[in-house]
């Protein structure tokens, strides 16, 4: 049966989208991890998914194609942790499974072959500041900015645009979730950080004109992925792949209807507990993404690798230059490459 366990040893903010991630894992604390997981019972799951964050609105539909592949016989249990970070060294260790994030920068530090074998989305988020106090890019040069974690997608991109933009943050800090970066926002507390749609949305609704979005064009890279250890995907190839055959499908069905997301909360029971504001929530969420094309129909491959490579060593996550950098050492292509040779490419 599908599960859901969460260990934290501190309080759980809302889900960032992932946002999330959340790039760079943080080598430190491997030492801790072992006891950290040590108040997560064995699993008795068959697949065990270790999430770096908690369940919510942004992961409705990944926990809905994991009910689908349920159904199609793969028993899969999953643990929510505190971190991406911690997420990923779980798989290192083999604790878990199978971890979500986007492990670049882990795979290339750990000696250990852990690969990506799906790219569940890529990067979609809105740096937003204060209109009072800032009205561009420079105007944050020697400012404070807030971003989701240490490593995260949201850290990246804004590392990113100090390069771009020629500018140096005094201070990077890091608040968990993007529900709580728009209300520190909203009530004065930070001045600058990034947001998800959902974020920019309450934004312009709460407090019309009070917040700029700054523009952030030609960044295009994975947000979060799938990734295990190759000893793993070479010894469950038919799980895997029902794996990612679900989630294909289930990506393909919420692009073509965004709605259905609010269907399967229903028809699965997930998340029974959600405020109702944030039920209202799911199908704008939902529809934004599927505009943007958030959802990668494919699942990556090669592109969204060579497309990370020029992203992530651009904002400092990855070493070395983007063409020296081998799609093999970091991505496993042969669950992908089955699954769409069965469900055809879209």
Known sequence: MLT??????????PADRRSASRRRAALAGVFGLAAALA???QAEAKVRVAYGDIASVENLH????????KQKGVEIEMTYLKSEDIAAQAVVSGQADVGVGGPYALIQKVKVPVRIFLQLSTL???PAVNAASYKTWKDLDGQEVAVHSRGSGTEAIMKLMEQRQGITFSKISYIPGSEVRTGALLQG?????????????????????????????GVNATDEALFARQEFLDKNQKDVDIIVESILTTWREVTENPAVVAEWRT??????DLPADQVAEITPYFTELADAKAFPLNGGGTQA??????????????????????????????????????????
């Open 4 to 13: 859901n366990r969460t260990w934290s040893p501190a309080k759980t903010r």
């Open 39 to 41: 108040f997560v019972p």
């Open 62 to 69: 990944l926990l809905a194609a994991f009910e689908l592949a």
């Open 124 to 126: 979609h988020f809105y």
């Open 189 to 217: 507390t930070v001045k600058a950080t990034i947001v998800d749609a959902a974020g920019r949305r309450l934004l312009e609704e709460k407090a019309p004109g009070k917040f700029i979005i700054l523009p952030m064009d």
């Open 267 to 272: 028809k699965y029971k997930l998340l029974p």
């Open 305 to 346: 690798a060579k497309d990370d490579f020029a992203f992530y060593t651009l904002s400092g996550q990855l070493q070395g230059e983007p063409a020296s950098l081998k799609v093999e050492d970091f991505w496993a292509l042969e669950p992908l490459n089955r699954s769409l040779g069965k469900l055809g490419t879209n």
